[in-house]
């Protein structure tokens, strides 16, 4: 815990001052959206895209408004499993009118995400939550507090839900009047009508001046976050007969062409339910053979060339590997 007598020195310097004020804008600018009756992970996720706020600003964000400020109920759980279908969990909790629900899920790849789980692009967008990963469940009623008994019932459901438990969703979870609908897109801004041109007087400057000098010292700093995103998990059969060192250095010149061009982006390697971090452990396990499938996927702000890399990744996992190695060791192919 900071010390008291060190609580504030955050505030000594101008940015530390910014990020202070940018960050307590944004909490106070999302009240109206609660009392609106919209989900704060719809929100926040707009503003992470828009890069308006941070990726570390969202546990902060998330405990001020859900839990000290409209008193949702919470429950933290490391999952026990992995799970990646979502369509049961979705089809029913978006019939729970009665609560507002809202997940935080420390993601492997992409670190904090926030889920509406009535929301299926959500689901889509995670893909799966992985074992032992940690996630904190959120269950309120906007600014209307609801009973404890209904969001513990709400709560409970949802993790039952999670491991395929049957049970009866609890009546008083279906009637109410948070109803879910598909956020809509912001319509396009309309252009600034043009002031007609003309000279300020000279006092009117030099108040301008002094205002605009004012603001530039509590201007919030920009975000530096970045709103990333993750692609869907892509299928690469092996059709060579045994995924040996040939194949692995053939993925290795590929991605590593990929991550030339597009130094930004992130590929992932995954394989039977495990992230691969070391491609070799592929040939060294021995058991990626032939109809084996790899899966990949690819994150960062801007992606590009998905469909190319995936060619790529087929030929190399192919009799064809070979093509990826009539060249120096150290070459670096110029695939993209």
Same mark, same amino acid.
């Given at each position: 815990m900071v010390s008291q007598k060190y609580r504030y020195e955050h505030f000594f310097s101008r940015d530390g001052f910014n990020k202070s004020l940018g960050h307590f804008q944004a909490v106070s600018s999302l009240l109206g959206d609660i009392n609106n009756k919209v989900n704060l992970a719809e929100v926040l996720n707009e503003l992470l895209t828009e890069k308006e706020i941070e990726q570390n600003q969202l546990a902060p964000i998330l405990y001020a408004l859900l839990v000290d400020k409209f008193s949702y109920r919470f429950v933290s759980h490391n999952m026990q499993q992995t799970i990646s279908d979502f369509s049961v969990i979705h089809n029913e909790l978006k019939r729970w009118n009665a609560v507002d629900l809202v997940i935080s899920y420390h993601h492997p790849e992409l670190g904090l995400c926030v889920i509406n789980p009535k929301n299926q692009d959500h689901w889509l967008f995670i893909q799966s939550l992985k074992k032992n990963e940690f996630l904190t469940i959120y269950c309120g009623g906007f600014e209307k507090e609801i009973e404890e008994k209904t969001a513990s019932a709400a709560i409970n459901r949802l993790l039952g839900l999670f491991y395929d438990k049957k049970g009866k969703t609890p009546e008083v979870l279906l009637k109410g009047s948070f109803t879910y609908s598909k956020p809509k897109p912001p319509a396009p801004k309309k252009p600034a009508p043009k002031k007609a041109a003309g000279r300020k007087p000279k006092q009117e400057k030099a108040v301008e001046k002094k205002v605009k000098e004012k603001l530039e010292t509590v201007q919030p700093a920009? /975000? +530096?976050? %970045? /709103?990333?995103?993750?692609?869907? @998990? #892509? /299928? $690469? +059969?092996?059709?060579?007969? @045994?995924?040996?060192?040939?194949?692995?250095?053939?993925? %290795? &010149? /590929?991605?590593?062409?990929? %991550?030339? &061009? #597009?130094?930004? @982006?992130?590929?992932? $390697?995954?394989?039977?339910?495990? &992230? $691969?971090?070391?491609?070799?452990t592929l040939f060294k396990w021995g058991k990626v053979k032939h109809g084996s499938s790899i899966l990949f996927s690819v994150a960062g702000e801007e992606i590009k060339d998905v469909a190319k890399l995936k060619r790529y990744l087929y030929q190399g996992a192919s009799p064809r590997f070979e093509d990826f190695l009539r060249f120096p060791v150290n070459t670096v192919l110029k695939l993209f």
């Open positions: 920009p /975000a +530096q976050g %970045k /709103a990333v995103r993750m692609t869907p @998990l #892509y /299928a $690469i +059969q092996v059709t060579n007969e @045994l995924f040996h060192n040939g194949n692995v250095e053939a993925w %290795k &010149k /590929a991605i590593q062409s990929y %991550k030339v &061009k #597009y130094p930004a @982006l992130e590929v992932y $390697i995954f394989y039977d339910g495990e &992230k $691969i971090n070391d491609i070799n």
